[in-house]
């Protein structure tokens, strides 16, 4: 159970990214309301991963998940650039996650 409270956090942590790029530095309330509400909720399920799993592994699950789920939203939703070195560097990302899965 403490994986998909890790795999929710990181999932959060993509909503939240994204509604603080459009709550225009909180000047739009409502993504502003929901990048603060999920940013909240995010924080909660990685304490309810952190009762069963390492920290070390947790949080580097997290963060990593998080960064590779906000670029790929980027690239998709935002029209940011895909460069092919991009892409491998968040491949390598998520073989890191993998394998702090694996050991």
């Known amino acids: ?14 909503v939240w990214a994204i509604a603080l790029e459009r709550s225009q530095a ?3 309330p409502w993504p502003a309301t929901i990048a603060i509400s999920s ?8 304490s309810l ?4 799993l390492p920290v070390g592994t947790a949080y580097a699950v997290w963060v990593g ?15 940011e650039g895909s460069s ?9 990302i998520v ?5 702090l899965k694996v050991t």
């Not at 998940?65 to 029209?79: F, N, P, R, W």
């Open 84 to 92: 092919p070195v991009r892409l491998a560097c968040l491949a390598l």
């Open 26 to 28: 909180f000047t739009r």
């Open 49 to 52: 991963a952190l009762k069963d």
């Open 39 to 46: 940013a909240a909720a995010s924080f909660v399920m990685l």
């Open 1 to 14: 159970m403490a994986w998909l409270w890790l795999l929710g956090a990181a999932a959060l942590e993509v």
């Open 95 to 99: 073989a890191g996650v993998i394998g």
């Open 65 to 79: 998940l998080g960064s590779v789920g906000v670029a790929v939203a980027g690239i998709v939703l935002l029209g």
